[in-house]
């Protein structure tokens, strides 16, 4: 009876799996260390792109967290002039296509950085939210982003940071 049972659940747990839909969400993660030309800390920024499929609609985010390297802090002085992270919905035909941008959204997160020398919430303030797009389940669905931003008083103006984009979604 035990083993009759067990195949039963394992026979339900196949059937399924093989009847389940495509994923439902996507993740990857990049970070970057900012070292600053004085005493403000150095400070190492994660971005995790996340495309995401719900009732029929594929969306793009992406969240940005950050931690200083060095506890002690000895300058909380304005960090950067801006901080900016623009996040793309894309698609492609095939797997191995380029990507076509089918939404995109820039959020400013500039006061929010400079106001918080660190932030692990996972918050709205701190998170870049596409608008969602219908699903069609034969094109390749990721999330990509760039961070741009300008160090207050190093003189370099902006730089870009080009982030892993989520893995795709498909089927």
């Not at 020398?117 to 996972?122: A, G, P, Q």
Request: with cysteine; net charge negative.
């Amino acid at each position: 009876m035990r083993k009759t049972l067990i195949t039963a659940v394992c026979l339900a747990a196949a059937g399924t799996l093989a009847l389940a839909g495509p994923a439902s969400a996507a993740t990857n993660t990049s970070d970057f260390t900012v070292t600053f030309p004085d005493k403000r800390p150095a400070t190492t920024y994660y971005v995790a792109n996340e495309a995401k499929l719900v009732s029929g609609q594929i969306s793009a985010k992406s969240h940005v967290s950050w931690q200083i390297l060095d506890d002690q802090v000895v300058d909380l002085s304005k960090r950067f002039t801006s901080f900016k992270i623009t996040t793309r919905l894309e698609s492609r035909p095939g797997k191995d296509n380029p990507d076509a941008i089918e939404a995109s959204r820039t959020c400013d997160l500039t006061k929010l950085v400079n106001d918080n020398y660190t932030w692990f919430l996972d918050e709205p303030a701190s998170t870049c939210t596409v608008p969602s797009t219908l699903y069609d389940g034969d094109v390749w669905w990721s999330s990509d982003s760039t961070v741009v931003y300008d160090i207050e008083g190093d003189g370099q103006g902006p730089i870009t940071k080009q982030l892993l984009g989520s893995p795709l979604i498909h089927g």
